[in-house]
């Protein structure tokens, strides 16, 4: 498998978006639970978007990349404009969350988890723009780093869908 052929990608392409249109249904489901306690805060609504936002960056990236006979500089190209779109969303989505901060044992977030919450969010989206970049380069690893995007998307997904079943509760 090379790191600038997007067609060999596709067995991997199409594990990823099996499992995040799986997961992106049972984070409906389990926002569905618990909907009556978070829909009256921006905050906690904000946050269950970006965990769909985080999910469906990966099933978009997987749907591009299977896309047959596409060339690697338009893959690298599809990749690099979700990964902006998706810096985008979450820059909005986490704007104004440091407004937020309460002190360590309170209810609500915490500094440190507002700062894990905008480096994985974050980071997830730089890495699918690192992925399209470095494929059109065809240098430094291409689609390498697409596995590490998807990772840090699925752990900033399932936290913020950990926060809004089981946290918000406590």
Known sequence: MTAYDASQWSDFALAQLGASAALLGLVFVGMSINLKEFVGSSVLVNRALEAIVLLA??????TAVLIPAQDRE????ELLVLGV???LCVLQLQSGTGNEVV???DRGPTRASIVSRRII???SAALIVVAGILLLAEAGGGLYWWPV????AYIGALVNAWVLLVEILR
Request: charged share 0%; aromatic share 0%.
């Open 74 to 77: 338009v893959v690298g190209v």
């Open 85 to 87: 779109v998706v810096t």
């Open 103 to 105: 002190p360590s044992g």
């Open 121 to 123: 969010g974050l980071g």
């Open 57 to 62: 960056s990966v099933l978009l990236a997987a």
């Open 149 to 152: 995007a998807i990772a840090t």
